[in-house]
């Protein structure tokens, strides 16, 4: 066994294991700084934060996080065009001045943009990243080299939170700055031991992504897939808004700081360890999850995660002791690794038979959606709900309906997978008309509702800039939705 365990690892090149260590270090900047970035972004200015609205905090975090799906798009075609070495130089000198310029600077304005300066380094990263792995792989060793970048992701995501928890008692910014440090120190693996894999045969140009793009945007069919997915990922992009938010403001943390002194371990239980648990969680149990649902057809494990997932917020809605929420937690990850794997599989089964590839690749499309809206949605609600309530008693039903509000989307999303598998799985004339159909409803909704946004925004005395730009994005995609339909039909 262990012969047989060395010669799989050493079947891999230096290059693949250069990009494991850069992949290990991008992600604990990236997790050790969304650890605490809601709460840092929410606190008040006494208490270090920068003291913007919960409301504002998510609109910000949901074009964050959205650019870091959108430009993977075109960060793949310029890396295969001017090469990976290169690009990886831009992606970290990017992301060190994003990290370093986001912790130091307070007007909203800047926060922003400096994230989002940040959020394009990490979208360059990602596809040179999964392009060097799928490239230093074989058909044996592929499988084993994929686990150890995934194992590597969460490693970084578990580790730099814990360090989280020690600096920022120095200040909040210090969290930015290791963060930068991090992606810094990568420039000198990519400098001197990086080197490009075998460039592919054939490089795709600009014009051919965004061709692909479009031609994926226009399938009715994949796309309501994705749509009824990404309800899932709302509930995802909660643990870096609205559950750290509720850590902060109604979690009674004092019994399991009691817990670990009694074991004469100093401890701060605080809201980066959401993430941690979250990465544990995975780490602990992903090779048990896989093995049990490995034999299992994608729908019906891609179901049975979301419900877990559900479950957690289910906990998280009667979370009266620290360990109930902590509990809430795990459940949810274990649906979270349970589910996400066999999307992908589901992806290659619903794809048409000659576009597999070119599907698989815009795939991810479910984290835009669910960025955008999940992030909105949490600060929304809990600004408006939650955070009123904030010190007052009898709160315990209000609390308990915010978070089933999300388990029943869970359960929505579970009875939209069913009925999609039922009557779109199949790609034939027949599912495209009637996905058609839902979708023109869909953007056409989706429209409507920007042009409303639109009006609101400018009709008030003082512009309200951050609902038109959600008007503008509502419009772009509804409009944009609609033009591609009719203009395929």
């Not at 001197?192 to 795709?204: G, L, R, S, T, V």
């Amino acid at each position: 066994m262990e012969k047989n365990k060395g010669t799989i690892l050493s079947s891999f090149p230096r290059v693949f294991w250069v990009a494991n260590v850069m992949e290990l270090f991008e992600r604990a900047a990236y997790y050790g700084m969304n650890s605490v970035l809601a709460v840092y972004l929410s606190n008040s200015v006494q208490q270090g934060g920068l003291g913007f609205a919960e409301q504002s905090v998510g609109f910000l975090q949901s074009l964050v996080y959205a650019m870091t799906y959108i430009v993977p798009i075109l960060g793949g075609a310029l890396a295969d065009r001017y090469g990976y070495r290169r690009m990886l130089m831009i992606a970290f000198s990017l992301l060190t001045a994003g990290y370093y310029i986001s912790g130091n600077v307070s007007q909203y304005g800047v926060v922003f943009s400096s994230l989002l300066l940040l959020a394009t380094g990490a979208g360059l990263f990602k596809p040179i990243i999964s392009g060097t792995l799928a490239r230093t792989t074989t058909e044996e060793n592929s499988g084993f080299g994929f686990g150890i970048y995934y194992w590597m992701i969460n490693l970084g995501a578990f580790l730099a939170p814990l360090l989280v928890s020690y600096l920022k008692g120095f200040s909040w910014s210090l969290v930015f700055t290791v963060s930068a440090i991090y992606c810094a120190l990568m420039l000198i693996p990519v400098v001197f031991f990086y080197k490009d894999p075998p460039k592919p045969e054939n490089k795709k140009t600009l014009g051919q992504v965004l061709g692909s793009a479009a031609m994926v945007l226009a399938d009715a069919r994949f796309m309501l897939m994705i749509f009824v997915y990404s309800c899932f990922w709302i509930l995802y992009f909660q643990q870096f808004g609205s559950v750290l938010w509720y850590m902060r403001d109604f979690v009674d943390k004092a019994p399991v700081n009691a817990f670990f002194a009694s074991l004469g371990i100093p401890f701060n239980f605080d809201v980066e360890h959401v993430t941690v648990i979250n990465a544990g969680t995975i780490i602990l149990l992903q090779v048990l999850v896989s093995r049990a649902v490995k034999n299992v057809k994608a729908l019906p494990t891609m179901v049975t995660g979301i419900l877990f997932g559900s479950l957690g917020f289910v906990f998280l809605a009667f979370a009266q002791s620290p360990w109930i929420f902590i509990l809430g937690l795990m459940v949810f990850s274990i649906g979270e690794m349970t589910a996400h794997p066999k999307y992908y599989s589901y992806v290659g089964l619903i794809a048409p038979a000659d576009k597999k590839a070119v599907y698989m690749g815009y795939a991810f499309l479910y984290g835009v959606i669910g960025s955008l809206v999940g992030s909105n949605l949490g600060g929304m609600m809990y600004g408006k709900i939650l955070k009123p309530l904030v010190g007052q008693v009898g709160v315990a039903a209000t609390v308990r309906e915010f978070w089933l509000i999300f388990a029943v989307l869970g359960l929505v999303t579970m009875a939209g997978l069913l009925a999609y598998h039922r009557y779109f799985s199949e790609d034939t004339e027949a599912t495209r008309l009637r996905a058609k159909r839902i979708m023109t409803v869909l953007y056409a909704l989706l429209a409507v509702a920007g042009a409303a946004f639109l009006y609101n925004s400018l009709g008030s005395a003082a512009v309200d800039y951050k609902t038109m730009v959600q008007s503008v994005i509502l419009l772009l995609v509804g409009g944009g939705g609609l033009a591609v339909s009719l203009r395929r039909a």
